[in-house]
């Protein structure tokens, strides 16, 4: 069965400062993974998602990933964090019947 | 396209009283998802289906809950009665299996905030 796993709940950055998310993932198939961001009383958005192209994905509002299949990971990835950043973040393989599996998701912070 | 709907956006009920989430899938989708987030157990699946028809319900927490997808532009999440701890804020998302393209990926809708006092 497909699992994910998010390192640390919450993540605090300075304003301008790299953001890094982890994620890291457990498939017997190749698998499709996907980040998603969830601003406050919103719905989960699609920020990017990999599905066996290019290794290095680059997502909406500067966010990229990079799927690593010999460390099983998809850590996702900004520069220069924004305090519009500030949001939780989730990390989420396929499944079978087209169903999900999301991580316990990321509150990222970011201060100024 | 307007994306996933639904309705109502928030929801407060009392104790015992019935509640009915309802939402509406993005044109052409063929699965549909509903799912519960709270802070202790975070982001839950409840049931999905595919093409109307009910596929896992094996998240659904008790008989207490309910849903239906009676065509493929509409569904519905029913609690009753309600308690305190059903709580929540609901999802619904949908994903197009058969089109090219989506690879899996689930489309949200903005949620129903449901207090149930």
């Known amino acids: 069965a497909q699992s994910v796993t998010q390192l640390g709940s919450h993540v605090s950055v300075s304003e301008g400062a790299l953001v890094l998310l982890r994620c890291n993932y457990s498939?017997?198939?190749?698998?499709?993974l996907f980040w998603y961001v969830q601003y406050p009383n919103q719905g989960l958005q699609l920020l990017l998602k990999?599905?066996?192209?290019?290794?290095l994905v680059k997502g909406i509002n500067g966010f990229e990933a990079e799927f690593k299949k010999s460390e099983t990971s998809f850590h996702l990835t900004k520069p220069s964090a924004h305090m519009s950043d500030a949001a939780e973040y989730f990390c989420?393989?396929?499944?079978?019947?087209?169903?999900?599996?999301f991580g316990g998701g990321t509150r990222l912070m970011v201060k100024p | 396209d307007a994306g996933v709907i639904q309705s109502p956006r928030h929801e407060v009920t009392e104790m015992g009283q019935e509640v009915t989430l309802r939402c509406k899938p993005i044109?052409?989708?063929?699965?549909l998802f509903w799912y519960r987030q709270t802070m202790m157990r975070g982001l839950e699946l409840l049931i999905y289906?595919?093409?109307?028809?009910?596929?896992?319900d094996s998240g659904m927490p008790e008989d207490r809950f309910s849903a239906k997808m009676p065509n493929a532009s509409f569904s519905t999440l029913k609690i009753q009665p309600s308690e305190p701890r059903d709580s929540a804020v609901y999802f619904c998302?949908?994903?197009?299996?058969?089109?090219?393209?989506?690879?899996?990926?689930?489309?949200f809708g903005p949620g129903t905030r449901l207090t149930v006092l």
């Open positions: 998302a949908s994903t197009g299996g058969t089109i090219s393209g989506t690879y899996n990926e689930q489309f």
């Open positions: 990999y599905t066996s192209a290019a290794t």
């Open positions: 989420a393989v396929n499944n079978a019947g087209n169903m999900l599996t």
């Open positions: 044109s052409g989708h063929d699965y």
């Open positions: 289906f595919n093409n109307n028809v009910p596929i896992d």
């Open positions: 498939s017997s198939v190749p698998p499709y």
